[in-house]
């Protein structure tokens, strides 16, 4: 991990001339597209890109939603919405489009959103629903089960037959 003020060092290196292996070999980094990398957030970005990116940020499924419609209305390439938005990776952009297009709204949501949605029944009506479906649930396994004992009896039998 390089702190903000080397990255920045490193950048300016980069832009003065100094190759990206040379870079590499003397602040010691492994990646070999991390400089130009940290070359293209510096120019996108400016300082205060290069400034967040130890930060991480987890957008809520409404900032997903709000990227998709831009880039729907706008007719941009995802390194447009991403610039746009500040977001580092077009591919980030591009899976949540794609999970939009296939499983809408709900596949933008986190996996915590997502449980909570399933797992938290709104009415009555919901609540009948969900416990039914895992009344169905438990006979199918306790139907599995049975069939499963009744096979593991019947194979200890004939192995005694034999025996």
């Known amino acids: 991990m ?13 832009i003065s001339g100094t ?15 991390t400089v130009s990398n940290w070359v293209r957030i510096f120019n996108e ?8 990116l130890n930060t991480k940020t987890y957008p809520s499924t409404s900032d997903k939603m709000r990227v998709i419609k831009w880039l729907i209305k706008h007719h941009a390439s995802y390194p447009e919405a991403a610039h ?22 709900k596949s933008l949501m986190s996996r915590k959103e997502y ?14 629903k969900q416990v039914e479906k895992e009344n169905e649930l438990l006979r199918a396994e306790n139907a599995y089960l049975k069939k499963l004992d009744a096979l593991i009896q019947k194979e200890s039998k004939t192995v005694k037959k034999r025996k």
């Open 45 to 52: 970005s400016g300082i205060e890109g290069l400034n967040n």
């Open 115 to 128: 449980s909570k949605m399933k797992t938290t029944p709104k009415t009555d009506a919901e609540k009948l």
């Open 19 to 33: 190759s990206s292996p040379k870079l590499m070999k003397e602040y010691g980094i492994k990646g070999s597209g």
């Open 2 to 14: 390089f702190s903000d003020k080397i990255r920045i060092e490193i950048v300016k290196k980069y």
């Open 84 to 105: 746009h938005f500040h977001i580092r990776h077009p591919t980030i952009i591009w899976s949540w489009y794609q999970g939009y297009l296939i499983s809408g709204e």
